[in-house]
């Protein structure tokens, strides 16, 4: 999948993923894509929640080579 | 969609007891909430520029997990409560969680409002120049005026 700008959360605990995902997002244009990765597992039920309480769209959620990857559409 | 309003009273000033203020409003902050912090008593020390002495105990604190059983009278001993705080601070570190200062910052970046009650301040007769800034400094009145329009109110 296609994205505009990558943020690598990995070694990153709670909220740190979260936090510095929406500021990875503050200059970035409507409708560009965030790939975020993280290895903290409680990023998925975090990032669908951050996704849902912000307006923003999460794409997709994956899981390559023990990390997280997030696609985050930005609203 | 109005924006939504969380209030935190800060009242701990422990290592394991300033983090959930600072995580809970930092990640309010990037959920889009205005957020606002009142620190009083011993939470007062959470807004102090230095925060070295900001410690953990293991002493009238049986639920935290020690490597080693420690027995009371050991706990006791000179010296436990920075050799505590030390390896707390480094498993914080091992499990990539951010320290008090850096979560302290993404705060005040996110725009959480830090509140000083101004009673406790001059109880303890704490020296405002030692605070970080921007703090401001009021009373219980004008945190109701704020918290009494919150989605979300938490005192820790």
């Avoid at chain 1, 505009?4 to 894509?33: H, Y």
């Amino acid at each position: 999948m296609n994205f505009d700008k990558e943020f690598n959360a990995s070694g990153m605990s709670c909220p740190l993923p979260i936090v510095k995902t929406k500021k990875a997002l503050v200059d970035m244009a409507s409708g560009q894509v965030l790939k975020v990765i993280a290895t903290d597992s409680g990023a998925v039920k975090d990032m669908q929640a951050f996704a849902d309480q912000t307006g923003n769209t999460l794409l997709s959620t994956s899981e390559e080579g023990g990390a997280y990857v997030f696609m985050m559409q930005k609203k | 969609m109005t924006t939504k309003k969380m209030a935190i009273i800060a009242t701990k000033g422990t290592l394991d007891m300033a983090y959930p203020p600072f995580i809970l409003a930092s990640t309010a902050a990037a959920l889009g909430y205005d957020v606002q912090i009142f620190f009083t008593f011993y939470g007062l020390q959470l807004l102090r520029k230095d925060l070295s002495n900001v410690m953990i105990s293991p002493l009238a604190n049986p639920a935290m997990p020690m490597p080693i059983p420690m027995p009371v009278m050991v706990q006791m001993l000179p010296g436990m409560e920075s050799i505590a705080t030390m390896m707390m601070k480094q498993k914080l570190k091992k499990h990539g969680v951010a320290s008090l200062e850096e979560l302290r910052d993404l705060c005040l970046e996110a725009d959480v409002k830090f509140v000083a009650c101004q009673m406790t301040v001059d109880l303890f007769e704490f020296d405002k120049s030692e605070f970080i800034e921007p703090v401001e400094y009021a009373g219980a009145a004008a945190f109701f005026g704020f918290a009494g329009e919150t989605d979300i109110c938490l005192f820790v």
